[in-house]
């Protein structure tokens, strides 16, 4: 909290009550809004707005804007460096080629990361709007979980949330990334992912979930899927359904609740896409 100082008498007192009386108001909003992401079993995936608000500018922190180039050149969190949807993936070829779709090769993520300045030490934010595209910030994240990094993590609320809080947005695109000087990735962890020949071998065994949005569940192909419908047996959850109005996330015992109607509980073994 800032604090002023003033040397004279009445203009003291009127100016340390208007102080008292903001601060205090805006300090009450933003701890009625703020979450305890420690009550989620993986809460270190997540950074808060009020954790990420005094980083921005630092050398140490890389922020990641995930949403569509027209929307970051709109508007976006000051410092932010816009990387689109699918910074991370393999794009050779078509929607439904093999391969297209999943993460980069580790000598290819190497190289991508290095160029936007990360390196093993750096905070990583990545965020979008979730409320105006496919979640790509969550989709980059578990890439880069998947590689190793435990620095990376994902904006609680998205842009949505940051906004609510009355957090400045800005419309500069004029930040540029510095190369970092190396980074160490692992080789990837396959608990993070199925592929699709193991999750077609063991389709009756599996619970899969499509968490797309209704219309492309019954057969849409607006969101450019080579085909239309549902891998078979597949139940229905569209994921922002496990988020409140704001972006945050739901609490653990409303996900807990939204999964038992759908008889599933986290002690499943599940598959998502």
Same mark, same amino acid.
């Given at each position: 909290m800032k604090k002023n100082y003033i040397k004279f008498g009445l203009l003291i007192l009127c100016t340390l009550t208007f102080i008292l009386f903001s601060s205090c108001n805006k300090t009450s909003t933003e701890k009625i809004k703020e979450i305890d992401l420690s009550i989620y079993e993986k809460g270190d995936y997540f950074i808060s707005p009020q954790e990420l608000k005094p980083l921005l500018g630092s050398e140490n922190l890389i922020l990641l804007d995930c949403n569509n180039p027209k929307i970051y050149a709109k508007e976006h969190i000051k410092g932010a460096i816009g990387i689109g949807f699918h910074a991370f993936s393999e794009k050779v070829g078509k929607p439904g080629d093999p391969g297209w779709g =999943? $993460?980069? %090769?580790? @000598? @290819? +993520? =190497?190289?991508?990361? $290095? %160029?936007?300045? $990360? &390196?093993?030490?750096? =905070?990583?934010?990545? /965020?979008? &709007?979730?409320?105006?595209?496919? !979640?790509? &910030?969550g989709r980059a994240v578990w890439q880069l979980r998947l590689a190793g990094l435990n620095n990376v993590k994902i904006l609680h609320g998205? %842009?949505? /949330?940051?906004? @609510? +809080? !009355?957090y400045e947005m800005t419309n500069d695109i004029t930040v540029k990334p510095n190369p970092s000087s190396g980074i160490t990735l692992k080789d990837y962890d396959k608990s993070f992912m199925i592929t699709k020949d193991d999750l077609f071998e063991n389709l009756d065994k599996k619970i899969v979930i499509d968490v797309r949005t209704k219309k492309e569940f019954d057969g849409s192909q607006n969101a450019g899927e080579p085909r239309g419908g549902h891998i078979k047996g597949a139940k229905h959850l569209v994921w922002t359904d496990l988020l409140n109005k704001n972006g945050t996330l739901k609490t653990p015992k409303e996900i807990e609740e939204i999964m038992g109607k759908m008889g599933i509980s986290k002690k499943d073994d599940f598959t998502l896409y």
């Open positions: =999943t $993460i980069k %090769s580790n @000598e @290819e +993520l =190497t190289k991508k990361l $290095i %160029s936007l300045g $990360i &390196d093993n030490e750096k =905070t990583v934010v990545l /965020y979008s &709007d979730l409320f105006k595209g496919p !979640g790509a &910030d998205g %842009s949505s /949330y940051w906004k @609510e +809080l !009355g």
